[in-house]
């Protein structure tokens, strides 16, 4: 019997234990379970944020709470990001697409008109262009940003009003680069309810310039009844930033014949007021031909034999006046005033010849190389033929010398425009130059007998819209 109850009472403890083990895995099984899902949330927060930006997190609300908007101004501020002016990526394609200058930025394209970039505008999402930098020799040291107004660049200068920021692969002494780096501003101004710029910034290769020539400045004063002024970049750490900036970054490219002609229109009028030239046609000969000559480079080498014949075919015209002058000792108002009386323009390739716009409409032109440009100079030689058409006169066509100093290298070679066509003298060829006078004096001639006299006012023209 013994053996029976002990046996019983080990039976009812281990099936006791049996149960304690079974609740025992039952609870450890629950927690198991919510451990499992607590640490399943766990996982899914730190997904999407980095634990050492959760740490930096937990820290920032009490200075948010301070004053969340100067908090995420100040961030702003210190998110404006400058980058090289000029981008070396593209050097060799500088001036293709979005060209080497700004090249993270876009212009805009509207049709006729050259492209262009303004700021702000919808598409810098309402921010400002800010500069800095003061590199006059490696365009890569200096740099452009966009900034909201609200958060400039720490250190950064307003620049109030309107400023034109011009690129410019040439250079701004040169007359007919510096035209051709200004033209599309005046086009903007003149579609821009006449707005001028209270400043300028030049830049030449993303390089800093001072400084343009006289010509232009005069041209540009005359337009906008004001000297341009530049602006001057003193310290590298202190961007300048531009309440309102137009960019050109193509010369007068994309724009169409029309908005040329308008633009040549309205700056040869601007000039003629500046200048105070009447449009009485009173002090003008029925028929002007001017021989403008340089010295130097590209000047004729028996000047007095090129006169002597244009002087003879002008002389068998009726009412034929022959000018002769030197475009280097004229001064501005002198060349705006010679143009004026001017219908048929003598002068060799040069840019002196930058002054045809400033002739009457329709007037024509007559231009002369040294020998080896027709072959080398590539479409830079064409400069003045699109010049003519483009302003509304007449390119009568060019004389290249056939003659002329020797080449070491073989004509073809590209050295021999450096080193010996590209500044070399003309000469000249008298059965030709005379035919050839003829010709255009003869088209002239009954172009004038067709024009309806204009009338004799004596007051000034009267610009478009400006
Ligand atoms: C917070 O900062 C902004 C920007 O600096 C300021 O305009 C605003 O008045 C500030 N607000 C408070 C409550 O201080
Ligand atoms: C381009 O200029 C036009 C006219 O000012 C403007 O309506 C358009 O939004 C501009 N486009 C871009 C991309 O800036
Ligand atoms: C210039 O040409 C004329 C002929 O038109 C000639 O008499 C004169 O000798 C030439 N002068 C020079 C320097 O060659
Ligand atoms: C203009 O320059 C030419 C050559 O440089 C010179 O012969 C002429 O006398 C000058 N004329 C005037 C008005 O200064
Ligand atoms: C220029 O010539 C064209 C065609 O010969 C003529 O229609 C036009 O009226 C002329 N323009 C001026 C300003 O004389
Ligand atoms: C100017 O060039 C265009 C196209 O090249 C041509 O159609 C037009 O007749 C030219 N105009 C003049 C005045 O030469
Ligand atoms: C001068 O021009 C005429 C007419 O074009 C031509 O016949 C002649 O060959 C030229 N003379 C020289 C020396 O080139």
Request: proline share 4%; hydrophobic share 35%; glycine share 6%.
């Amino acid at each position: 019997m013994a053996t029976i109850a002990s046996v019983w009472r080990r039976l009812v403890t281990c099936l006791s234990s049996l149960k304690f083990y079974l609740i025992l895995l039952c609870l450890v099984a629950t927690v198991f379970v919510l451990l499992q899902i607590c640490s399943f949330q766990i996982t899914q927060h730190s997904l999407s944020l980095p634990p050492a930006l959760l740490t930096y997190l937990k820290h920032q609300p009490e200075q948010q709470s301070e004053n969340k908007t100067a908090y995420l101004v100040e961030k702003l501020r210190e998110s404006v990001t400058f980058l090289p002016l000029k981008d070396i990526r593209f050097s060799n394609k500088p001036l293709e697409g979005h060209t080497w200058f700004m090249s993270s930025l876009l212009d805009n394209q509207t049709k006729g008109e050259a492209q262009y970039q303004e700021f702000p505008a919808d598409s810098s999402n309402g921010r400002l262009l800010c500069l800095k930098g003061i590199d006059e020799h490696d365009g890569s040291w200096n740099y452009y940003a966009l900034a909201w107004p609200e958060a400039l660049p720490t250190n950064a200068m307003l620049q109030e009003g309107l400023t034109f920021v011009s690129y410019n692969q040439y250079d701004y002494g040169n007359l007919w680069h510096g035209l051709s780096a200004a033209f599309p501003f005046v086009s903007w101004s003149l579609r821009n309810q006449c707005e001028k710029p209270q400043k300028w910034v030049l830049y030449h290769k993303g390089e800093l310039r001072y400084w343009m020539g006289n010509w232009l400045s005069e041209i540009l004063t005359a337009t906008y009844g004001q000297e341009p002024e530049i602006i001057h970049f003193v310290d590298k750490n202190k961007p300048v930033c531009f309440e309102k900036a137009v960019v050109m970054r193509h010369n007068e490219g994309g724009m169409s014949r029309e908005k040329r002609l308008e633009v040549f229109d309205h700056l040869r009028c601007k000039v003629r007021n500046y200048c105070n030239i009447a449009s009485s046609e009173t002090s003008k000969p029925r028929i002007g031909m001017t021989l403008l000559l340089r010295t130097g480079a590209r000047s004729f080498k028996n000047e007095s034999a090129v006169i002597n014949v244009f002087k003879r075919e002008c002389e068998r015209v009726d009412g034929c006046v022959l000018s002769v002058s030197y475009s280097n000792n004229l001064t501005f108002c002198e060349q705006v005033e010679l143009m004026k009386r001017t219908d048929v323009l003598v002068s060799p390739h040069g840019a002196q010849l930058t002054n045809l716009f400033l002739m009457d409409r329709n007037s024509s032109v007559m231009e002369f190389f040294p020998k080896g440009w027709l072959k080398l100079a590539g479409v830079g030689q064409l400069v003045y033929k699109w010049g003519a058409n483009w302003s509304g006169m007449r390119h009568e066509g060019a004389w290249h010398d056939p003659f002329g100093e020797t080449c070491k290298f073989p004509d073809t070679d590209k050295r021999c425009m450096s080193l010996v066509y590209k500044n070399a003298m003309i000469g000249y060829n008298e059965t030709y130059f005379g035919e050839w006078a003829r010709l255009v004096l003869g088209k002239v001639n009954i172009r004038k007998k067709e024009e309806i006299p204009e009338h004799n006012h004596v007051s000034l023209d009267v610009c478009s819209q400006c």
